[in-house]
Structures are given as C-alpha cells and as structure tokens.
C-alpha cells in the first residue's frame, strides 16, 4: 500500500491547516490510519489515530482539542485538520498505516509509511 502526504506549509501562529493522505494500492477501509510527526533533532512522535469506521480516535495530549483525524474511506483519504497553530507544531508531518489490531502509539507499531509534509509556523 501506498501513502502520499499533502498540504503543508508555511502558516502563522494561531492559524490552521489541513493535511490530506492519499492512499492506493489496496482496500483503504481494511486500514487504521495516524498522523505522526518529526520535529528537527526530535523523534517521530504519535498525534492521532482513526480506525476504519471512524468510531474511534485517539490523539497525544499535546494536539488534543486543537487537531482533529477524520478520514474518507469513498476517496481513500485520511485528514488532520490542525487549528491553533504553534511554533512548536513545526514538522515534517507523516500519515502511517497499518491493519487492525494491536497499539498504535508508537513508530514501531505501524506498517506503511508516507513521505511527510512540512509544516512550518511562524512567530
């Protein structure tokens, strides 16, 4: 399966974005998808996970109430809508998906990778 990130850019403080990720390759609903993102010098941190039905979803402290995961299984399509925007929020930010089952709050946990987005906020 394929994943292709979308939408970043350059915003100021207090503004918002959305990201999209497009998926191909296979059923799109057979899969949960997350938002990570990597920071300069930082790891890849958890932000948000969406399960195939939409149900369920779980976000890092750090976004919760700010972010939101929703996902589009007619277009194959995972979003993060990101408001209120910090500086800190500044990354290279990467869909992730993997089939059902098992924890998703950590790198390790997800099989398929897109190749990220930058989001810069500026002061």
């Known amino acids: 399966v394929q994943l292709q990130a979308s939408g970043g850019g350059l915003v100021q403080t207090g503004g918002s974005l959305r990201l999209s990720c497009a998926v191909s390759?296979?059923?799109?609903?057979?899969?949960?998808m997350g938002w990570f993102r990597q920071a300069p010098g930082k790891e890849r941190e958890f932000l948000a996970y969406i399960n195939w039905s939409s149900r369920s979803t779980y976000y890092a402290d750090s976004v919760k109430g700010r972010f939101t995961i929703s996902r589009d299984n007619a277009k194959n399509t995972v979003y993060l809508q990101m408001n209120s925007l910090k500086p800190e929020d500044t990354a290279v930010y990467y869909c992730?998906?993997?089939?059902?089952?098992?924890?998703?709050?950590?790198?390790?946990?997800?099989?398929?990778w897109g190749r990220g987005t930058l989001v810069t906020v500026s002061s």
């Open positions: 992730a998906a993997k089939k059902l089952g098992g924890s998703f709050r950590l790198v390790s946990d997800w099989a398929y």
């Open positions: 390759g296979d059923t799109f609903s057979r899969y949960v």
